[in-house]
């Protein structure tokens, strides 16, 4: 499974592994077939999702409406469902795919 596909609903459906307590947030590339995400927030109260959820929409300038976590609210890894962007907006804008260089963008800060 790749860490980004299109339902057919036309939603996207993102893979997460995200790394709670970090020094900085940042994106960090990819983690086996998860966009690893590094966050300052602790994983307590939900502030870790909270987090998740406004890193994401700022990166792909949507509204925290259109950003939802499907699954693993009390995990590391987490399936993320997105709304209002098509996929190759998305991996451009998370890890730059799809770009002349087509290089992943590693420890990208945020």
């Known amino acids: 499974m ?15 592994h995200v790394q709670p307590r970090a020094g900085k947030e940042q994106l960090a590339g990819l983690h ?3 966009l690893k995400i590094r966050l300052t927030s602790p994983p307590v109260e939900g502030r870790a999702n909270k987090a998740v959820i406004a890193l994401l929409a700022k990166l792909l300038h949507l509204p925290k409406s259109a950003v939802v976590i499907k ?18 907006t998305a991996r451009q804008s998370l890890l730059g795919e799809g770009g002349p260089a087509h290089k992943i963008k590693r420890n990208h800060k945020i």
Do not use: F, N, Y
């Not at 860490?3 to 997460?16: A, C, E």
């Not at 009390?74 to 996929?87: A, F, M, P, T």
């Open 2 to 16: 790749d860490w980004l596909r299109t339902l057919p609903d036309g939603r996207l459906l993102l893979t997460l």
């Open 32 to 34: 086996g077939e998860a």
């Open 71 to 88: 699954s693993g609210l009390q995990s590391r890894s987490k399936q993320v469902l997105i709304s209002g962007c098509d996929e190759k």
